[in-house]
């Protein structure tokens, strides 16, 4: 029965659980209630493991790490994020973590699969055969998913300021983590996102000069202004220019313009990359 | 045959006013334990002895236990007894069940929620353990609740958020820096207010606390108390931006610190937080710093306000809580009974002992 399953079915599943995360997160946060960290984080990794199995699949038919279309690229990203979050969420030590990485995985999956015309084109064999793209692209798109869990926690910071200079510390507020906390892992999320998407362009650049006109402008010009705009934060963060609330709003920012540059890098592909329009999405 | 009798008796805040509950607490238990122990067919027995309530829960042979328990401790108080049973509660089997259940979770504090009667039933437990008056009911009833309170204190709202003003600014720090042991707090005023909340971070595990008052003995004083340092008082200034909360609570009759030397102090500290907590009246901080960036300020209304949102939020959860333990208690009692049911059986043979009491005040 399962096998008979399709890539899309897999991944459908994948956002059902993220989307049952979301839920029992908003149910209890509704009823005011604590956060069950434990079935949210069940429902993230049967999620994550379906996910893995859809992508599985994806990769298997386009012959390589499914990074062909828009559609793919966002599943992707969400399924970084989660590893991740999987790998170092347990020290946030916040089951609202969890209930904001279900929102970021659900948001993502649906989205991606709700779209048939971001998924109409199933392009195989997009690195050429050459590794090193493909290290070079699954790297930058996990930095992407960092980028994704550093605004989730830019966020939870965002809203545990507001709490505090508000005066409003009772109720769901109290599930935030420390403010201090939440800073010490937004710098450390936005260096390890940054170090993984400067081996990403290393990896890149070293195929780029060899042969400069297989990367569009576009694509170059948005991804180096994503890595520039997260090596400035960085940067001004660890001279204490860019603190607090500001560097929040900044990392949230970071996210948005890597998102948005994901249209740039959709449209410049591989030119050895064989295009099939598929006919039931 | 009368069948054995589990009960509640006792007196609590709810009925008893303090001058009363003053001449019903109980001075020396081993001695009260002892005129118990001539109480015929009390098997088991344990005695919770707190500033707000005297309760004996045990076990009779049958419901006569429960009266001379009654006349026996009156006796010993030297308290009317026709007074006791205006005040008393008497409750047996399941509403006795139930009775501890909502002791041990705090829902029948006074102080809803709070921990401390935990502590204190689990203490009445181990004493009544430890001089061999407790049976099968009562370990059984009293791990039960153990359990239940945890149950209700970790899935309800009950234990949520500190009602006292000292707790809440220690909460409000851990909300902004985590752990206390790496944050560096300064107390500003040796009063009782300033020394409750020095108290309190000490207690919480703030590592590196000082303490500043006018009367520098004073604050050698309540340094020594804690184990804490003290800084000059005149020096508070130059010194801010070495301490990430600042606590203040002097009788000054003008502000003692400035918005602009709170900002000066964050030019030298700008990544970390500052918490300033201010509880005097008139005030001492400047109103203007919480514009800062960085900074958060609390005023003693704040505190207090907060304090009294989370008292609010916890009898709120009362109902919900009640609930719960009723369930847990209806749940435990259809076994216990059965217990007591075959212990009456057992008991019809003629005793060898006839009281639990008796062997608690036995050497």
């Known amino acids: ?281 | 045959m009368s069948e054995p009798c589990f009960f509640v008796l006792g007196a609590t805040h709810h009925n008893a006013p303090l001058e009363v509950r003053e001449r019903l607490a109980i001075e020396s238990e081993s001695a009260l334990r002892a005129d118990l122990a001539l109480v015929k067919g009390l098997r088991e027995l344990a005695v919770l002895n707190t500033c707000n309530r005297v309760e004996f829960y045990g076990v009779g042979t049958d419901a006569t236990a429960v009266e001379a328990v009654q006349a026996a401790y009156c006796a010993r108080q030297k308290f009317e007894v026709a007074e006791y049973e205006r005040i008393r509660i008497r409750l047996t089997g399941r509403d006795a069940a139930l009775h501890l259940f909502e002791v041990a979770s705090g829902v029948d504090s006074q102080l809803v929620g709070e921990n401390e009667i935990f502590g204190q039933v689990k203490d009445a437990y181990a004493v009544a353990q430890a001089s061999g008056s407790t049976g099968s009911v009562l370990n059984r009833v009293f791990q039960k609740a153990f359990q239940a309170a945890k149950h209700v204190r970790t899935h309800t709202g009950i234990a949520a958020g500190t009602v006292s003003v000292a707790n809440v600014a220690v909460d409000l720090a851990t909300n902004i820096f985590g752990s206390l042991s790496d944050a560096r707090v300064l107390v500003l005023g040796t009063g009782e207010i300033g020394s409750a909340t020095a108290k309190a971070f000490s207690s919480r595990g703030a590592a590196h606390l000082a303490v500043a008052g006018r009367r520098g003995e004073v604050a050698l004083e309540i340094a020594a108390t804690l184990g804490a340092g003290t800084v000059p008082f005149e020096e508070r200034n130059g010194l801010l931006s070495e301490f990430d909360v600042i606590v203040c609570s002097t009788a000054a009759p003008n502000v003692i610190l400035t918005a602009a030397s709170i900002a000066s102090a964050m030019r030298r500290r700008p990544a970390r937080p500052l918490l300033l907590v201010d509880l005097a009246m008139p005030r001492d901080i400047e109103s203007g710093a919480s514009d800062l960036q960085n900074v958060f300020l609390y005023n003693l209304d704040d505190l207090a306000k907060i304090a009294e949102t989370n008292r609010s939020a916890r009898e709120s959860e009362v109902v919900r809580c009640r609930a719960i333990l009723a369930e847990k208690a209806d749940g435990l009692w259809s076994v216990v009974q059965k217990g007591i049911e075959s212990a009456g059986e057992s008991k019809s043979a003629p005793e060898g002992r006839n009281s639990a009491a008796g062997q608690a005040a036995a050497p």
């Not at chain 1, 828009?70 to 590893?83: D, K, M």
């Not at chain 1, 064989?274 to 999405?281: G, K, M, N, Q």
């Open chain 1, 1 to 281: 029965m399962f096998a008979d399953l399709s890539d899309r079915q897999w991944l459908w599943c994948a956002a059902a659980f993220y989307t049952a995360g979301l839920i029992l997160g908003t149910v209890s946060l509704i009823r005011g209630q604590r956060t069950s960290g434990f079935l949210i984080s069940c429902a993230i990794m049967a999620g994550y493991l379906l996910q893995f199995v859809g992508l599985g699949i994806r990769g298997h038919a386009t012959g390589g790490c499914p990074l062909g279309n828009r559609f793919e690229i966002l599943q992707f990203t969400a399924w970084s994020a989660i590893t991740l979050y999987l790998v170092v969420g347990v020290t946030f030590r916040s089951s609202l973590l969890g209930y904001f990485t279900a929102c970021l995985g659900a948001a993502l999956t649906i989205v991606s699969l709700s779209i048939p015309s971001w998924d109409a084109v199933l392009r195989t064999h997009i690195f050429g055969g050459n590794p090193w793209i493909e290290l070079h692209a699954a790297l930058a798109i996990f930095s992407y998913g960092v980028f994704g869990l550093l605004a989730l926690t830019s966020a939870l910071f965002l809203l545990r300021h507001f709490s505090l200079k508000k005066k409003h510390v009772g109720g769901w507020f109290s599930l935030l983590p420390s403010i201090l906390d939440l800073d010490h892992i937004e710098v450390r999320l936005l260096g390890t996102g940054l170090a993984l998407l400067t081996l990403a362009l290393l990896f890149g650049s070293v195929y780029w000069t060899r042969d400069t006109a297989t990367v569009g402008h576009a694509k170059l010009a948005a991804t180096i202004a994503v890595w520039a705009a997260a090596a400035l934060a960085f940067g001004l963060r660890a001279m204490g220019q860019l603190l607090a609330k500001r560097f929040a709003w900044t990392c949230l920012a970071l996210f948005a313009a890597a998102l948005l540059s994901l249209q740039a890098v959709d449209a410049s592909r591989h030119p050895g990359a064989a295009a099939v329009e598929r006919t039931s999405p």
